[in-house]
């Protein structure tokens, strides 16, 4: 991604150098959420299956959600005084999260798909959260963390529609099963 271009002075209270690191951190962001948008709506267009219209709606939701994301992480490099990079192409030349596959259709499918690109984001988003901290930038650091935040409880709600059995829970089927196995053989 090309440098922020600074296009506006400003009195907040930051160092030049401290503002644009800020910018060039928040715009790449940016192009990480809109290609997390771009993955939500290719879910959503093509989910097929049984629970079709409860993800259908659900990845909706996610969609929507991103938007204001980029929205706030739009506007908070703007308010440092540089140009926004928020373009499709500049989002797509950009962004850090892996493709989404175009041959998903069924629900299940895109539910681990989507849980894995909202794991990639989050990840950027604890980074940048990072970067902000050592910045001394505590406005940036409070808007990535409230996002991240967000995005943990999306993911909560996307996976959710995952049955995974934990280990432990599998350990004790299989003693019950043991068990009943026993008592019938007795």
Same mark, same amino acid.
């Given at each position: 991604?090309?440098?922020?271009?600074?296009?506006?002075?400003?009195?907040?209270?930051?160092? *030049?150098?401290?503002?644009?690191?800020?910018?060039?951190?928040?715009?790449?962001?940016?192009?990480?959420?809109?290609?997390?948008?771009?993955?939500?709506? /290719?879910?959503?267009?093509?989910?097929?299956?049984?629970?079709?219209?409860?993800?259908?709606?659900?990845?909706? %939701?996610?969609?929507? /959600?991103?938007?204001?994301?980029?929205?706030?992480?739009?506007?908070?490099?703007?308010?440092?005084?540089?140009?926004?990079?928020?373009?499709?192409?500049?989002?797509?030349?950009?962004? %850090? $999260?892996?493709?989404?596959?175009?041959? &998903?259709?069924?629900? +299940?499918?895109?539910?681990?798909?989507?849980? /894995?690109?909202?794991?990639?984001?989050?990840?950027?988003?604890?980074?940048?959260?990072?970067?902000?901290?050592?910045?001394?930038?505590?406005?940036?650091?409070?808007?990535?963390?409230? &996002?991240?935040?967000?995005?943990?409880?999306?993911?909560?709600?996307?996976?959710?529609?995952?049955?995974?059995?934990? *280990?432990?829970? +599998?350990? $004790?089927?299989?003693?019950?099963?043991?068990?009943?196995?026993? /008592?019938?053989?007795?």
């Amino acid at each position: 991604m090309a440098k922020s271009k600074s296009v506006a002075s400003t009195h907040i209270a930051l160092p *030049p150098d401290t503002r644009k690191k800020m910018a060039d951190l928040l715009n790449g962001l940016l192009a990480s959420t809109l290609d997390l948008h771009s993955h939500a709506k /290719q879910a959503h267009w093509n989910i097929r299956g049984p629970h079709f219209l409860t993800l259908h709606e659900l990845f909706d %939701k996610l969609a929507e /959600q991103t938007v204001e994301h980029g929205d706030e992480i739009a506007e908070r490099a703007g308010q440092l005084g540089f140009a926004v990079s928020g373009t499709l192409r500049q989002g797509a030349s950009a962004s %850090k $999260l892996n493709e989404y596959d175009l041959q &998903i259709a069924s629900g +299940e499918d895109h539910v681990r798909r989507l849980s /894995q690109s909202l794991g990639e984001y989050e990840k950027l988003l604890l980074d940048g959260i990072e970067d902000a901290e050592e910045a001394e930038d505590p406005v940036t650091q409070d808007i990535l963390t409230r &996002i991240c935040g967000e995005i943990d409880k999306s993911m909560w709600m996307i996976e959710s529609h995952i049955v995974v059995v934990s *280990p432990e829970a +599998e350990t $004790l089927t299989n003693n019950n099963k043991k068990a009943a196995a026993s /008592q019938s053989a007795a």
